[in-house]
């Protein structure tokens, strides 16, 4: 699981598991996508997200969404 800043994977992945999820396959990316804020008030990054993350770990990331790989719900009623 993965979201802004890992504050919330942890309800995600505890809620997976509990829907029928093996936990061993449940995963909580720490640092999230965006990363932490700095809370150094003296520092000139003071309240941005610059700790951590996977963006700024540089990983891989994209906006293209293969359609392949996303889950289409069922459109039929």
Known sequence: MMCRSASRTIASTT???DCG????K??????GFEGD???????PFHGQ???????LERLPWTY?????????????K
């Not at 999820?21 to 061993?24: E, H, L, Q, R, V």
């Not at 449940?26 to 640092?31: A, C, R, S, T, Y």
């Not at 997200?49 to 963006?55: A, D, K, L, N, Q």
Request: proline share 2%; no cysteine.
């Open 15 to 17: 809620a997976a598991v």
């Open 37 to 43: 804020k700095v809370k150094d008030n003296h520092s």
């Open 21 to 24: 999820f093996k936990a061993d």
């Open 26 to 31: 449940v995963f909580n990316l720490l640092g």
């Open 49 to 55: 997200r610059m700790i951590g993350g996977w963006r």
């Open 64 to 76: 293209k969404m293969d359609t392949n790989l996303m889950y289409q719900p069922d459109l039929k």
